[in-house]
């Protein structure tokens, strides 16, 4: 090689690594494609994990539901047991949204009302992901146990106390705030969980519109009855 030819070696491979640096378009791009991807696969798992719990469940299986193969399933999750706590991760903060909206300067009684909506909207339009929950922690949440025990305990502690200020305020009636929040919980998710049970017994789901309106109401009639001011 040449003196000159040497001399302009340096310039070529510098303009080379310019060249090979991605635009920021293009990294916007990929980073989209990365997350679709990965809400794919995680709504496969979803799927999959809720029909055969977690032991039950197979990567393989998971891969061909999101129509990937598992060494790209892997790119995103290193194991099973990672995939599925992302999948339960994402239903608790999913699930706990609508109690996050509750604040002391709301009217507590429309406050509860709009809860009970959302939460059986919730019920009706994703009753898979409750009952994945509900398979988790009667398992004894053995994945999750510390998500319950600090997010969600304090998440359920900051609301207690918006609870019992409107308690004080006389907004609601003297009830134990826990118990109305465990309450809130059962009645609506029972309408997921025992999906099977109830349509056996009333042979309908929240998926028929005057159904869920029946529901609704009559849930709105007897907790809110049970809590407003005497």
Not at 117 to 135: I, Q, Y
């Amino acid at each position: 090689m040449s003196a000159s030819t040497r001399g302009k070696e340096p310039a070529r491979q510098a303009r080379r690594k310019q060249q090979r640096v991605p635009s920021a378009a293009s990294l916007s791009r990929r980073l989209r494609n990365s997350e679709r991807k990965r809400a794919v696969i995680l709504e496969a798992a979803l799927e999959t994990f809720s029909k055969y719990g977690i032991h039950g469940a197979s990567i393989e299986q998971i891969a061909l539901q999101a129509d990937v193969s598992k060494t790209n399933l892997f790119y995103y999750f290193t194991n099973k047991e990672e995939l599925y706590v992302s999948v339960l991760r994402n239903l608790l903060d999913l699930w706990l949204k609508p109690l996050r909206a509750f604040t002391e300067d709301q009217d507590p009684i429309e406050a509860i009302r709009d809860y009970l909506r959302v939460k059986l909207e919730f019920s009706r339009d994703h009753p898979a992901e409750s009952r994945l929950f509900c398979m988790e922690v009667m398992q004894g949440a053995p994945l999750m146990l510390t998500e319950l025990q600090q997010p969600l305990h304090d998440l359920v502690e900051n609301k207690i106390a918006v609870i019992q200020t409107w308690i004080d305020q006389g907004k609601l009636s003297a009830v134990e705030p826990y118990h109305l929040i465990f309450s809130l919980w059962a009645t609506t998710q029972h309408y997921a969980d025992f999906r099977v049970q109830i349509e056996a017994v009333a042979g309908k789901t929240l998926d028929d519109p005057a159904f869920f309106t029946e529901t609704l109401k009559s849930l709105e009639t007897i907790i809110l009855n049970g809590v407003s001011p005497r």
